[in-house]
């Protein structure tokens, strides 16, 4: 008998949920649970991580991150004006900056700050400048395309009104452009400090005393130390999420509130 | 600049007001001209209309006046800057020229009162308390002291536009250039818009008013002029050009605008 549209569609539905359910129960039968709980879910073990992994290790995650953000914020706005520009080589050091930092791997510029430049000026920089320096380079390249949407979404009549009432055109910028294209970036920029927060791991391939440890490294030590397999990592990771999930939570509230609002 | 206003409708001048005069202004973008050569003089507390079809050039040609569009050719005065000189300083000179745009172009993240008061803060280095107490009487004056703290979004069309009017006459202006300052706007919220024009023309400010409200023209402008493509066709008291207008051209457009619903469709 031939079925309505609406009744294909929930047959549709039905089949793709199967496929879902069956799939999932494979993966669990296929599962070694015996060996990969001894490596991976033994909790029986991980006590001497607290409360270091709170004091220490979420802290400097949370210090390296909030480090990187705010030279990656500074040096991103000061990217996308240069990109903005009209005058044509701040455009294209702009646009070269932009490119290459976008194009790397984060993890090679950790290294090039943290071992390239001591040995190429035979100065030894301290741990914290050398996360806030490369965090804030790669950060910075994201942030300016962010920024640059963001400035070109303010309505031209909004710098126009500006510099009528007898703004220069840099005060017009500060006063009247950039707080509305802030507001405009607010949930991509949320999504940058998210990316930022799990970069900072990157930080692991430097030599790190115990005091400066953030989450991942925290994690890698307790591998090592504690012989309960891999689960100081598990746990490491579980505390990136009480990090990103309220920052996913925050950028969708920023989203909905710029959605209500008309512009 | 602040010449002693004879104002032309007899009533008495409370504002400063600036002459303009334009000479031979030609503005192209590309190959397209747009302004042919424009020679027009605005006396200090005259309200000057500039109608035409769309397209014309009128609106180019105001935003020439505080140079958001840069001329090509020719000269503009603005009481006593030369805008056109290269070595002008545009801010000084925008602080002197009021402008009102089609789209209003209210500061979304800043209430009325500090849509008024942050040029004059910012700009003139007014003080806070000073500022406010000037922009709240700008805002009485539009009639709108009681929305001082609302938010552009939770205004009118109308409301916002009294707003940017107010905003623009915080600045204490000797001239106000309006570009289409109606034609955004619900009808039943034109009236209080042009009232408001009306009242400022009255107290002598200088106007230079790009519109289509053909009314207000008669009634309010001291001259009339008609622009089609890129040149002024005919000028003149503002009775005369629209009620007895001697162009072909401006026969045609005010027949269109004025009765829109007899125009024959022709083949």
């Known amino acids: 008998m031939a079925m309505t549209a609406r009744q ?4 549709s539905l039905y089949v793709q949920a199967g496929i879902f359910v069956v799939a999932i129960a494979a993966l669990i039968l296929a599962t070694d649970w015996k ?23 979420l802290v400097n995650t949370l210090i390296y991150t909030f480090l990187g953000f705010i030279v990656g914020l500074s040096g991103g706005l000061l990217l996308a004006l240069m990109k903005l520009s009209s ?20 993890l090679l510029v950790f290294i090039a700050f943290g071992y390239g430049v001591p040995l190429a000026f035979g100065v030894s920089w301290n741990i914290t400048l050398v996360v806030m320096v490369s965090l804030g380079i790669v950060a910075s390249a994201y942030i300016a395309e962010t920024l640059r949407a963001g400035l070109q979404a303010v309505p031209k009549g909004q710098l126009e009104a500006a510099r009528s009432l007898g703004m220069p055109q840099w005060r017009a910028m500060v006063t009247i452009v950039i707080p509305q294209a802030f507001k405009i970036v607010l949930p991509p920029l949320t999504n940058e400090v998210i990316l930022l927060t799990k970069d900072s791991s990157l930080i692991y391939v430097l030599g790190l005393t115990a005091s400066q440890y953030e989450l991942t490294k925290f994690g890698r030590d307790g591998i090592s130390s504690l012989g309960a397999g891999l689960t100081p990592l598990l746990v490491a990771g579980a505390f990136y999420l009480i990090i990103t999930i309220p920052l996913s939570l925050l950028a969708r509230k920023f ?3 710029s959605a209500r609002t008309k512009r | 600049m602040n010449d002693v206003v004879n104002n032309p409708r007899g009533g008495t001048a409370t504002v400063h007001a600036a002459g303009v005069s334009i000479k031979d202004l030609r503005k192209s973008y590309g190959t397209n001209e747009v302004l042919k050569g424009i020679s027009l003089d605005v006396a200090p507390g005259a309200v000057v209309c500039l109608i035409g079809p769309s397209g014309s050039g009128k609106s180019t040609l105001l935003r020439c006046v505080n140079l958001l569009e840069q001329p090509n050719q020719g000269s503009i005065h603005v009481g006593g800057f030369e805008a056109t000189h290269p070595d002008v300083d545009i801010d000084k000179m925008r602080r002197k020229v009021g402008m009102v ?5 209210l500061f979304p993240h800043l209430d009325a009162k500090r849509n008024c008061s942050i040029a004059q803060t910012k700009v003139l280095k007014r003080s806070q308390a000073e500022a406010d107490k000037v922009s709240m009487h700008n805002l009485e004056r539009v009639g709108l002291g009681h929305l001082s703290d609302r938010f ?12 940017a009017i107010a905003r623009a006459l915080s600045m204490d202006p000797e001239l106000m250039l309006f570009d289409e300052p109606t034609s955004a706007l619900d009808p039943e919220t034109v009236g209080d818009v042009l009232s408001v024009m009306r009242n400022l023309a009255k107290e002598g400010m200088t106007m230079l008013v790009v519109t289509h409200e053909m009314g207000f023209a008669r009634e309010v402008a001291d001259r009339v ?20 207008p001697t162009q072909p ?3 045609e457009f005010l027949r269109r605008v004025l009765d829109p619903t007899h125009i024959e469709i022709q083949e």
């Not at chain 2, 745009?101 to 172009?105: E, I, S, T, V």
């Not at chain 2, 552009?152 to 707003?163: E, H, K, T, Y």
């Open chain 1, 8 to 11: 294909r569609a929930r047959v």
């Open chain 1, 35 to 57: 060996t990969i709980g001894n490596s991976v879910f033994n909790f029986g073990k991980i006590g001497p991580m607290f409360p270091g992994i709170f004091t220490t290790g």
């Open chain 1, 87 to 106: 005058f044509p080589l701040y455009r294209w050091i702009a646009t070269g900056y932009i490119e290459f930092f976008r194009g790397v791997p984060a």
């Open chain 1, 255 to 257: 989203e909905s509130r």
């Open chain 2, 101 to 105: 745009f089609q789209q209003f172009n």
């Open chain 2, 152 to 163: 552009p979004d939770q205004l009118s069309g109308g409301q916002q536009q009294r707003v």
């Open chain 2, 225 to 244: 002029v008609f622009m089609d493509g890129g040149v002024v066709v005919e000028e003149g008291v503002a009775e005369q050009v629209i009620s007895a």
């Open chain 2, 249 to 251: 051209r401006t026969k």
